[in-house]
C-alpha cells in the first residue's frame, strides 16, 4: 500500500520527506496499512503496530495493539477504541495514557450489554455512540431520537451524525452555521437537520467550522462556514456564512461524487480516480493548486488505475491511501 500526502508537514509527521511543506502529493510504502489518522502536529500510522510520527513526547510508547476497532484523533489528544468498548486516552504531550470508557457504565448502571462502538475526536468535542443508538459528548449522554448509526464525524466544536435512514442529526457550537439548522445557534442534542430531510444521505464529512454531505445519488452539499471558499460555491464567494445545506454545482451535470472529506479550512472530494479541492491552501493542502484560497472544486491529482482505498484530512494537510 501506498500513503500519498500533500500540505503541512512542519513537525516532520510524514517522514519520508524533510519538507516543512510538501507542495504536492509525495508517497511512501506501508505494508498491511490499516488506518491513518492525520492531526495537526502529528500522523498516526497503524498497521501491525500504531506508530506516532511527528512532535509527541519521547516517551510515548503504544504497543496495545490487539483487537484495536478504530483510532481518532484532535490536537495533542489521540482516543483508541477497543472491540471491547473499552477507550483509551492519550496525551501526546505528556505521554500520558488513561482509561475513558467508564462514563458508560455511570450513565447505564443496568449494564444492558451495550457497548461503545464508534468514536470521533474534536478540538472542544469528543464523541462515542454504542451499538444500542446512545450519544455520548464524553462522559455525558445526549438525547438522541434517530435511528441506527453509521457514521460519525466531528469539527473543532461540532458533530454530525448519520443514520441508517439516510437523515443527518448535528450539534455543539452552531455560529458558524455549521449545523446546518438555518440558524447561528448552538444545539446540546442532535437535532435532524430538516433542510436534508428529504435527501437520503450516504456520506457526511466535517471540517473545522463547514459540513458536507453525499447524496445516495452522488449530489454533494455544503453548509457552515465559507471564509476561504471551502463550500466550494464559487459564485456566492463574498458570502462567509451558510446555515443551510446548499447543492454544489458542477460544469458536469451528471458527476458523481464517491468520497468527501475536510480539513479545517478545506475540503477534498473524490469523482472516480481523480481528487478535487477547494478552500484554503497556504500550506499545499490541496497540492499543487497555485491559489492560496480556492472557491471552486479544482483538480488535485488524478490517480489513474491506483486503487484509491481511502481520504483523510488533517487541518492542514491530506492523505490518500492506494492499494
Avoid at 215 to 230: A, C, E, I, P
Avoid at 278 to 285: I, R
Wanted: with cysteine.
Amino acid at each position: 500500500m501506498k500513503v500519498w500526502y500533500t500540505g503541512f508537514n512542519l513537525y516532520n509527521q510524514f517522514h519520508s520527506s524533510k519538507k516543512y511543506i510538501i507542495d504536492d502529493f509525495e508517497a511512501a510504502e506501508h505494508a498491511d496499512l490499516k488506518d491513518i489518522v492525520l492531526s495537526h502536529t502529528y500522523i498516526i500510522v497503524w498497521d501491525s503496530n500504531i506508530a506516532f510520527y511527528g512532535e509527541v513526547n519521547p516517551n510515548l510508547s503504544f504497543e496495545e495493539v490487539k483487537d484495536v476497532r478504530q483510532i481518532s484523533a484532535a490536537d495533542n489528544i489521540t482516543y483508541i477504541l477497543y472491540n471491547n468498548g473499552n477507550i483509551k486516552k492519550l496525551d501526546t504531550v505528556t505521554g500520558y495514557i488513561t482509561n475513558t470508557s467508564n462514563f458508560l457504565n455511570v450513565e447505564n448502571p443496568g449494564n444492558d450489554g451495550d457497548c461503545i462502538d464508534k468514536i470521533a475526536c474534536g478540538t472542544k468535542i469528543n464523541i462515542a455512540t454504542t451499538r444500542g443508538h446512545r450519544v455520548y459528548n464524553i462522559p455525558n449522554r445526549l438525547q438522541y431520537k434517530g435511528r441506527r448509526i453509521k457514521q460519525i464525524v466531528t469539527g473543532h466544536e461540532h458533530c454530525l451524525i448519520l443514520d441508517s435512514n439516510g437523515d443527518v442529526y448535528s450539534f455543539g457550537c452552531g455560529l458558524r452555521g455549521q449545523l446546518g439548522h438555518g440558524t447561528l445557534e448552538n444545539e446540546t442534542n442532535p437535532t435532524l437537520i430538516e433542510a436534508l430531510a428529504g435527501v437520503k444521505i450516504q456520506k457526511i464529512a466535517a471540517g473545522g467550522w463547514h459540513s458536507c454531505a453525499i447524496s445516495v445519488t452522488g449530489d454533494l452539499y455544503t453548509w457552515g462556514w465559507n471564509s476561504n471558499g471551502q463550500l466550494a460555491i464559487p459564485t456566492e464567494r463574498n458570502i462567509s456564512v451558510f446555515a443551510s445545506p446548499k447543492p454544489v454545482c458542477f460544469a458536469d451535470a451528471d458527476c458523481n461524487v464517491d468520497d468527501v472529506v475536510c480539513g479545517s479550512k478545506h475540503t477534498v472530494i473524490r469523482l472516480g480516480s481523480q481528487l478535487y479541492g477547494a478552500g484554503w491552501n497556504k500550506y499545499k493542502q490541496l497540492a499543487n493548486i497555485d491559489d492560496n484560497n480556492v472557491y471552486e472544486f479544482k483538480l488535485m491529482k488524478d490517480f489513474g488505475l491506483e486503487e484509491i482505498l481511502s481520504l483523510n484530512c488533517g487541518p492542514w494537510s491530506t492523505a490518500i491511501v492506494t492499494k
